[in-house]
């Protein structure tokens, strides 16, 4: 069965503090793999899709990496602006285009 | 990108009555996407609307209770009827949006309190 699993559930981080968040996954077959941040009372917002294992994306303080069973989140020197939930969810090459979101971690920045 | 304007943003509902979610695209999409976000859990899809045709279910939800109209390229409903308190969540709508990537857009969401 397809999966998604992220960790840690809640992090919290002084303002600079460097950290990573993780997403492993099992699927069948990896179509591709989605980040997304969700700000409390809104949608979640679209940040990177990785499609192979040793891709990355970078957005500002955010780069997201990719292997063959996880992907990372790396925050470099967050702010307090960058508190959110991150959402992680995979697309399978099963011919569907359904996603499959993980619980998400919820990131506390603190000034 | 595609922007989208979902309402109401939030509702306080009895049970046993119905609620209709409306969710309106700038442009013209196929494929829109109604999701449920429980508390403390991962959006699970409820169904896909294509125009012109019925939406497709995922497992565990039915069209009697998610009734979904699409009447054309930038609008769609999803009803949830006969409500009980526990489906108490927050239901967004989304559609692909092809210039991020396969990445989807999300509307703001609404936020259903059944009490």
């Known amino acids: 069965e397809d999966q998604v699993t992220q960790s840690p559930e809640a992090l919290r981080l002084q303002e600079g503090e460097s950290s990573s968040l993780n997403c492993s996954y099992t699927v069948s077959g990896l179509r591709g793999l989605f980040w997304y941040r969700q700000d409390p009372g809104k949608g979640p917002e679209f940040l990177f899709t990785l499609y192979s294992a040793g891709e990355e994306k970078e957005k500002e303080r955010l780069k997201a990496t990719l292997t063959k069973k996880e992907s990372f989140l790396h925050i470099t020197a967050p702010k307090p602006e960058d508190s959110a939930t991150y959402l992680c969810a995979v697309q399978a090459t099963s011919g569907t285009y359904k996603y499959i979101f993980g619980t998400g971690t919820r990131l506390k920045v603190l000034a | ?115």
Not at chain 2, 27 to 47: D, E, N
Not at chain 2, 55 to 65: H, L, P, Q, R
Request: glycine content about 6%; some cysteine; overall charge neutral.
């Open chain 2, 1 to 115: 990108s595609a922007v989208i304007s979902q309402k109401p943003s939030r509702d306080i509902c009895q049970r046993g009555t119905s609620l209709t979610i409306q969710c309106q695209v700038d442009s013209q999409v196929t494929m829109m996407f109604w999701y449920r976000q429980q508390p403390g859990q991962s959006l699970t899809l409820i169904a896909t609307a294509n125009q012109g045709s019925e939406a497709t279910y995922e497992s565990g939800f039915v069209i009697d209770k998610f009734p979904i109209s699409r009447p054309n390229l930038t609008f769609s409903t999803l009803t949830v009827s006969n409500m009980s308190p526990e489906d108490s969540s927050i239901y967004l709508c989304s559609v692909a949006d092809r210039g991020r990537n396969d990445g989807y857009t999300f509307g703001s969401g609404t936020r259903l309190t059944v009490v």
